[in-house]
């Protein structure tokens, strides 16, 4: 379909490169792009073919339907599904060669069925849980992961984990993590299991934990250019990748005592210049940000004022000379000399960076420019 709306996310795929590069000279690890959600909203098919010409030949997903959709454009590349692949989908995930992370016996056991019934070998990740409580073997379930190892049709190729706190100052618990971790392999070692591939980092532990980098990191959140929380990672000098703009619509002028959006909860102390724009909640701008979030335009601060709308926000451009129609407004990205960082938009509603680019909406087209 033809992009007819002004309002766009623009993915800067030459700041993709230079961030992947950024990471390669942190470890001497194969790297794992992690692209599920759309590669953090910024478009899986463009960024999987971009780390793909860099030498990325694995990628990481959370769901089955993610790892589809790639396998389908890039037949030849390795895919992992990282979260709970469904068992009863354990044919596809077969015939397709999507590697699925186990956490139960269950699964392995339908996925075992499953290879051969096909009359294949299917690659598996063995997930254990160290303290994220969410999914997983258990390191008292030592009985059935070695259950998993001896079941037909089945090649252990991996074992991972997922740390819960790499990306705070404070790293007791990832430590205890690690530990746990390297305790479970070294007990399958001496039952004669021995595993190729081991991974446990994320992108704060890629930065602040090289003990675990082993032979597989699982780059994420940096590969966008953002840091992993507000303690790690901004000193690094990533790139944020995605800018997000919308052109002025209409700019009127309102008199003081005059009110602004649904439930007026914007009354102007004195004439004020109002800049409309045709983005709202439905394309992931919160409406949380209502009286209180700022966008760019002329290389300007411009509040948001009104409750947004579902389709439609309004700015305050008292104070910013010559806005007029047709003008590009910045909410995430570079103007002239100021910036909207995505951890700021994230700071005004008490989130993280992760919400604010996965919350960006289809509706938006993705621009792909290089930079």
């Given at each position: ?27 001497t ?31 990481g ?17 390795t ?42 070998t ?6 254990v ?11 008292t379930?030592?009985?059935r992961?070695?259950?998993?190892a001896?079941?037909?049709n ?5 074992i991972?984990?997922h ?15 690690l ?7 070294d ?17 704060a ?48 002028t ?6 602004v ?15 409309t724009i045709?983005?709202?909640y439905?394309?992931?701008l ?9 966008a ?9 004022i ?12 008292t ?27 994230a ?25």
């Amino acid at each position: 379909m033809e992009w007819m709306r002004p309002v766009w996310a623009e993915v800067n795929l030459a700041a993709l490169r230079r961030n992947y590069a950024k990471i390669k000279a942190y470890t001497t690890s194969e790297l794992m792009p992690i692209v599920k959600a759309d590669a953090y909203g910024h478009g899986v098919l463009p960024v999987v073919r971009t780390l793909k010409e860099l030498g990325a030949k694995r990628f990481g997903v959370a769901l089955l339907e993610e790892a589809l959709e790639i396998k389908q454009a890039f037949p030849e590349l390795t895919v992992m599904v990282l979260g709970m692949a469904p068992m009863e989908f354990s044919d596809v995930m077969v015939r397709e060669d999507v590697i699925p992370g186990i956490s139960l016996l269950e699964q392995a056991e339908a996925l075992a069925a499953a290879a051969k019934s096909q009359g294949r070998t299917a690659r598996v990740h063995i997930k254990v849980d160290t303290g994220m409580s969410r999914i997983g073997f258990h390191p008292t379930d030592f009985k059935r992961i070695l259950k998993v190892a001896s079941l037909p049709n089945l090649f252990v190729e991996g074992i991972y984990t997922h740390f819960a706190t790499a990306d705070q100052r404070d790293l007791t618990f990832a430590h205890e993590q690690l530990s746990q971790f390297n305790q479970v392999v070294d007990k399958l070692k001496a039952e004669g299991l021995e595993i190729p591939i081991r991974h446990t980092a994320n992108s704060a532990a890629i930065l602040q934990l090289p003990e675990a980098h082993f032979e597989l990191v699982r780059p994420g959140i940096i590969l966008y250019g953002l840091a992993p929380s507000r303690q790690v990672g901004h000193a690094v000098g990533f790139e944020q990748v995605l800018s997000w703009r919308a052109k002025v619509t209409q700019v009127k002028t309102i008199g003081a005592d005059e009110t602004v959006s649904y439930g007026r909860t914007f009354r102007a102390a004195y004439p004020t210049r109002v800049a409309t724009i045709p983005v709202g909640y439905a394309d992931g701008l919160r409406r949380a940000l209502s009286n209180r979030g700022e966008a760019l335009v002329r290389g300007g601060r411009a509040t948001l004022i009104g409750r947004i709308c579902m389709d439609q926000t309004m700015l305050d451009v008292t104070k910013i000379p010559n806005v007029s129609l047709g003008d590009t407004v910045t909410l995430l990205g570079l103007d002239g000399q100021d910036r909207i960082e995505t951890s700021e938009m994230a700071s005004w509603l008490e989130t993280i960076n992760y919400e604010i680019v996965c919350g960006i909406s289809k509706r938006v087209p993705r621009v792909f420019v290089e930079k």
